[in-house]
């Protein structure tokens, strides 16, 4: 009998009640890192202003003009407002969802990306700390659409935090915008998964709305959004080395429990990675495992007591074994 090989690694779709106390986690670190990350005030206008002039020097300064359009025309500044506070929080956890629930098998590299890539939105907030158009000197030009039409809705003067809770916000971490590189990961998803035309026309138009909204609003440059989309980009890229180092980690993790605990994973099935019990044992000659069913192609050999019908003895012992 030939030995035993390592049955092959299956994947199992994700289990919600382990995803979602992970997801929560990580959203948690985020949150409790931006309020960490606060820089000085000054260092944060001053690079705000850099990317201004830069922007201006490129002629890439599309704020003004779309910041006055939604200051002039309620109609449309409202329903951006809204959209900043509240799309940013409810798309991106309903897209995660409906991946894991339509299409388990994209799920964990989605995730895996997703979070990837807001963890590096962190690391620009640490390291570039930057003022949004809305909290310059009102001498550059630029109207919080959020305190002009905070009447409509929860927020207050302080970003789009609810009233009384804007310090528990970071409002100068705008470099990169997480709200248009969420969008970004959301449309992708959709054009790539949808199967209906009009869920990959959301796809392609979603990024670009919150684009709209993050600009018109004050709330980031243009080179900020561009920035998101960067650092989604990036997370990409190292999504399946970093799913490949949580895999190491958890293996890691699995084999000093089950030494530690001897037993506790005896039972696990083959797509946990467990092996063959009969895994490097070999039958003698002639040996039979009990309720075991002969195939009609093996010989069976004539000296053997269910070949004769004789009593087993000594001397009918097969040739082989002798």
Excluded at 216 to 243: K, Q
Excluded at 287 to 316: F, H, K, L, V, Y
């Amino acid at each position: 009998m030939p030995h035993a090989t390592t049955a092959p690694v299956q994947r199992h779709r994700p289990r919600w009640w382990t995803e979602l106390p992970l997801i929560a986690v990580v959203y948690a670190l985020y949150s409790a890192g931006r309020l960490l990350v606060r820089g000085d005030v000054a260092t944060a206008v001053d690079h705000g202003l850099a990317i201004l002039h830069l922007e201006q020097t490129l002629r890439l300064n599309a704020e003004h003009p779309l910041n006055r359009l939604l200051t002039a025309h309620p109609s449309i500044g409202v329903p951006a407002d809204f959209a900043y506070a509240s799309l940013h929080y409810v798309v991106t956890p309903a897209v995660l969802i409906w991946i894991f629930r339509r299409h388990s098998a994209a799920y964990r590299a989605a995730r895996t990306w997703l979070m990837t890539s807001t963890l590096l939105g962190l690391i620009g907030f640490t390291l570039l700390p930057t003022c949004p158009p809305r909290l310059l000197d009102a001498g550059h030009g630029f109207v919080d659409t959020m305190a002009q039409y905070s009447s409509y809705g929860w927020w207050g003067a302080e970003a789009s935090a609810p009233r009384g809770l804007g310090g528990m916000t970071n409002q100068y971490a705008a470099m990169p915008s997480l709200h248009v590189g969420w969008a970004l990961w959301c449309g992708i998803l959709l054009w790539r998964h949808g199967r209906h035309p009009a869920v990959r026309a959301v796809g392609v138009a979603y990024p670009l709305v919150i684009t709209f909204v993050v600009m018109g609003t004050a709330n980031h440059y243009f080179l900020d959004a561009v920035a998101g989309a960067a650092v989604m980009g990036v997370g990409a890229l190292l999504a399946t080395p970093v799913a490949r180092l949580a895999d190491r980690v958890t293996a890691r993790c699995r084999d000093r429990v089950a030494v530690r605990f001897p037993g506790r994973f005896a039972t696990a099935g083959a797509g946990a990675g467990a092996t063959v019990v009969s895994a490097g044992c070999e039958t003698s000659a002639g040996e039979r495992i009990p309720g075991q069913r002969t195939s009609s192609a093996d010989p069976i050999d004539a000296a053997s007591p269910a070949a004769s019908g004789g009593t087993a003895t000594a001397g009918d012992a097969p040739a082989a074994a002798r």
